[in-house]
């Protein structure tokens, strides 16, 4: 009626007696603009809470008013923190996790004619808050060219290279010391056959064929040297690097993975 106020029951406080606790419940393909890095960004998100084995269900709407904070302002790695603290206050939780899946533009330049471009790469911040842990997981995707050794030796006429993908994952409980987006697309790229470029004139197409044909690789050339490169980084808890080569002359992908703890190592 009107002029009176309404009571509405708050139905995800009420309890729940089937003694379950939910490690995850939240939010799922949310897509947002984010500014990361200086750059204004399209994000795919996954933001999700624990519940007590107490309650029915979690407040959704405080997810998304928390995401949609952040819009209006810079996200960066360390950022990431700040969302699952205020995820842990606002929701009244043990444990909050976010995953941020967005295309982050580099500049490129031709080795020859440097005519300049833009080279897309899938990039993802990941951050866990829990009562025994903190973690901070920072993704990287790169397109790079490799040239088969085999079919270089066994071929009297040129060899046959592919377009592949190498993705690096860093764990780290300080993500503001990790290289830049720039820095460690860099540091995969040259582990390659050739880098990939979005614009390539005549004189730069020579150049790359032949710089890729002087430096065959296996996928597990690939994967080796990068680890060898990415154990040069510092403040890393753990990091995994997978390659896939998208093969031209066969019906299939090649593929190799490798993961490890620095703790290990150090041991």
């Known amino acids: 009626m009107r002029g009176r106020s309404l009571s509405m029951d708050d139905v995800q406080n009420r309890k729940d007696i089937r003694g379950?606790?939910?490690?995850?419940?939240?939010?799922?393909?949310?897509?947002?603009?984010?500014?990361?890095?200086?750059?204004?960004?399209?994000?795919?998100?996954?933001?999700?809470?624990?519940?007590?084995?107490?309650?029915?269900?979690?407040?959704?709407?405080?997810?998304?008013?928390?995401?949609?904070?952040?819009?209006?302002?810079?996200?960066?790695?360390?950022?990431?923190?700040?969302?699952?603290?205020?995820?842990?206050?606002?929701?009244?939780?043990?444990?909050?996790k976010i995953k941020i899946d967005f295309k982050y533009f580099i500049e490129r330049e031709a080795p020859v004619s440097q005519r300049?471009?833009?080279?897309?790469?899938?990039?993802?911040?990941?951050?866990?808050v829990t009562d025994e842990q903190r973690e901070f997981t920072f993704g990287l995707t790169v397109p790079i060219t490799t040239l088969c050794p085999c079919s270089k030796e066994i071929s009297d006429f040129g060899a046959h290279n592919q377009r592949s993908i190498c993705t690096v994952k860093i764990k780290s409980d300080n993500p503001d010391l990790l290289p830049s987006i720039e820095n460690l697309s860099k540091l995969i790229e040259t582990q390659a056959s050739s880098p990939i470029y979005s614009v390539l004139?005549?004189?730069?197409?020579?150049?790359?064929?032949?710089?890729?044909?002087?430096?065959?690789?296996?996928?597990?050339?690939?994967?080796?040297?990068?680890?060898?490169?990415?154990?040069?980084?510092?403040?890393?808890?753990?990091f995994s690097v997978e390659c896939e080569n998208f093969e031209s002359i066969h019906n299939h992908n090649a593929f190799a993975y490798h993961e490890e703890s620095v703790n290990i190592l150090e041991g």
């Open 20 to 96: 379950i606790t939910i490690q995850q419940t939240g939010v799922k393909n949310v897509c947002l603009p984010f500014l990361i890095l200086g750059q204004r960004v399209q994000a795919k998100i996954i933001f999700t809470v624990s519940l007590n084995k107490n309650l029915r269900g979690t407040h959704m709407s405080r997810l998304m008013e928390i995401l949609t904070d952040w819009t209006t302002k810079p996200l960066s790695m360390s950022s990431i923190n700040l969302i699952l603290n205020d995820a842990l206050e606002k929701l009244n939780t043990n444990a909050s």
């Open 116 to 128: 300049k471009s833009l080279l897309d790469l899938d990039c993802f911040f990941e951050g866990e």
């Open 201 to 238: 004139k005549r004189e730069d197409e020579k150049y790359v064929t032949e710089a890729a044909y002087q430096n065959p690789k296996f996928v597990e050339d690939i994967l080796r040297d990068v680890v060898i490169a990415v154990r040069q980084i510092q403040n890393i808890e753990w």
